[in-house]
């Protein structure tokens, strides 16, 4: 472990946890920088909140070491306890409560007199946008509202480390801007955020590193630019005028090129990863070039085409070869 724990946040060597037969997670190694937004990108399933859990203290791991700013998560429990907040991926707020109460109350349970924590309760309300719905009822808060009280609750005092357990599920995209702008001034201030997320561009927004896990296990790690950088030197994003040819034009994408072609939502648009090296050692570019003219021999009219660096969505699924959504089976933790 590290000498130096100021420098790294968590630490953890082999982590295991089981729950009978199923291994949830599987010997996960990762080393989170203080000071920074890191993520854990998966899909459900893929054991991120098992793996907050047991470094929050919550669950107890079954095999390997986790250190919390040099704490072991096991033997000096407390000493973690004192230095992390968790905001898990369901309101931890009492609805019936308004939004100043539950603040006041959480911070006088933390130890802040009565006029501290009402302070305190106004200033984070005032931060997050949340003044004028101060005095009602947190059930009858939007869900953005809701995520927000819940991250204002878990820095009431300041952690140094905050676990955010998929903290935009379910949200509307003007409250996941929010949520992120809220993650960065966090940061801004000096708490290293432990993100988990199943969404390949808030990973893409906020995290300076991200370990990709699958399966109980880290498939891969590092910034957006190495990972991006591992599956290829770029991608071919195109769009057709006839939906009925993708078929035809997904094959002779992965005929030319000789790669997995990615169907998009969109029905006339279709990805393709270039400049790997899988093309007889053409660059990005000239391989570009070479499918396109079999398109067209083809007969297959493309409408729009670019080349550009390959997506977190196409990382994860040139490592993992499914996306981030694909149902995976649940283990109750």
């Known amino acids: ?34 000071g920074t937004v890191y993520g854990l990108l998966g899909p459900n399933g893929a054991g991120k909140t098992t793996t907050v859990r047991m470094l929050a203290t919550l669950l107890r791991p079954d095999g390997g070491q986790a250190h919390v700013f040099g704490h072991d998560v096991v033997r000096e429990a407390d000493e973690v ?6 905001t898990g991926q369901y309101a931890s707020v009492d609805e019936d409560l308004t939004g100043t109460e539950n603040l006041v109350l959480l911070g006088r349970l933390l130890g802040h007199d009565k006029r501290a924590a009402r302070e305190r309760s106004g200033q984070l309300l005032d931060a997050f946008g949340l003044t004028e719905a ?3 009822q947190v059930k009858h808060y939007s869900g953005g509202m809701r995520r927000r009280i819940d991250i204002a609750a878990s820095i009431l005092n300041t952690p140094e480390l ?21 993650v960065r001034a966090v940061v801004a201030q000096g708490t290293t955020v432990l993100l988990t997320t199943q969404y390949l561009d808030e990973a893409d927004q906020l995290a300076s590193r991200i370990a990709v896990i699958d399966h109980g296990r880290v498939i891969a790690e590092g910034t957006k630019g190495e990972l991006k950088a591992s599956v290829g030197a770029g991608s071919v994003h195109l769009r057709l005028r006839d939906a009925q040819q993708r078929p035809e034009a997904a094959e002779v994408l992965r005929r030319t090129l000789d790669v997995q072609v990615q169907l998009e939502p969109d029905p006339v648009a279709l990805t393709a990863r270039v400049g790997g090296g899988a093309a007889n050692g053409q660059g990005a570019a000239e391989q570009a070039a070479r499918a396109l003219a079999e398109l067209a021999r083809g007969g297959v009219v493309v409408d729009n085409f670019s080349l550009g660096q390959p997506s977190l969505d ?18 109750a933790a």
Do not use: C, Y
């Open 1 to 34: 472990m590290s000498q130096h724990p100021s420098a790294v946040a968590i630490e953890t060597a082999g982590l295991v946890k089981t729950f009978g037969d199923t291994r949830a997670v599987d010997g996960v190694d990762l080393a989170v920088p203080a």
């Open 134 to 136: 101060a005095g009602k």
């Open 81 to 86: 306890r004192g230095r992390v907040s968790l």
């Open 314 to 331: 196409e990382v994860f699924l040139a490592l993992t070869g499914h996306d981030t959504h694909e149902p995976k089976d649940e283990v």
């Open 162 to 182: 905050l676990f955010l357990d998929e903290p935009t599920t379910g949200l509307d995209p003007r409250s996941r801007n929010q949520v992120w702008d809220i």
